[in-house]
């Protein structure tokens, strides 16, 4: 079968760095999507990383290593408003989303 | 800005009852799909659409069909509501491609009493 596994929770503080892993098992991949969802609120689209490396894009960055199986979302100078769910999407070779059920970060001050 | 739009954030409906979810975006976009959202699970594809007057089957289909006559419309029905399908009901688009991103409406959350 399919899976997608990232932690459930994570606790972080203001300023700091957090690192939200993902590892997948899918038929075949065509490319790793992260999301942040608010509480209560539709998911808003992060990044995409289809090659192996790290994608920077200001204080988020997404690494993938299809190899492994593994990526990762990096988020920097943690800030309140940064306390969401954060999805792993993988698109699987019938370029169906595969999704994880989500990692709640919270951040303390 | 891409906006798509559900036509209700709440709705409360009774056990047996046909229920009509709407989605509207404004983007042109060619995909649009249905998920439903549970505590502890990942978003589950109930339908989506390639096409007007095209629907597939997601991984959920069961108690549910879709209808979409326009492209920006895109429409889930239960039709006979029962208790386990109270969930938070997401919609979204996206244009054709692997690399697209899906743009979420706000949701809607149904309750079935």
């Known amino acids: 079968g399919q899976n997608i596994d990232q932690p459930t929770e994570m606790t972080a503080t203001e300023g700091a760095i957090v690192q939200i892993n993902c590892t997948y098992q899918?038929?075949?991949?065509?490319?790793l999507f992260w999301y942040q969802q608010h509480a209560g609120e539709a998911p808003t689209f992060l990044s995409y990383n289809v090659l192996d490396g790290l994608e920077e894009k200001g204080r988020f960055s997404s690494f993938l290593s299809r190899s492994k199986g593994y990526s990762y979302l990096l988020l920097k100078e943690l800030q309140m408003k940064d306390s969401a769910s954060y999805l792993c999407?993988?698109?699987?070779?019938?370029?169906?989303?595969?999704w994880g059920a989500g990692t709640k970060l919270i951040i303390k001050p | 800005d891409v906006k798509v739009t559900q036509s209700s954030r709440y709705l409360v409906k009774r056990t047996g009852e046909k229920v009509f979810l709407e989605c509207v975006q404004d983007?042109?976009?060619?995909?649009m799909f249905w998920y439903r959202q549970d505590p502890g699970l990942g978003l589950r594809l109930i339908y989506f659409s390639y096409d007007v007057k095209m629907k597939e089957k997601g991984d959920i289909p069961e108690g549910y069909s879709v209808s979409r006559e326009k492209k920006e419309r895109f429409s889930l029905i239960l039709e006979s509501a029962s208790t386990n399908q109270t969930s938070m009901y997401l919609c979204?688009?996206?244009?054709?491609?692997?690399?697209?991103?899906?743009?979420f409406g706000p949701g809607t959350r149904l309750t079935v009493t």
């Open positions: 899918t038929s075949g991949f065509n490319g």
């Open positions: 983007m042109d976009h060619e995909n």
């Open positions: 979204a688009s996206s244009f054709p491609g692997p690399s697209y991103e899906q743009y």
């Open positions: 999407a993988v698109r699987d070779s019938n370029y169906q989303l595969i």
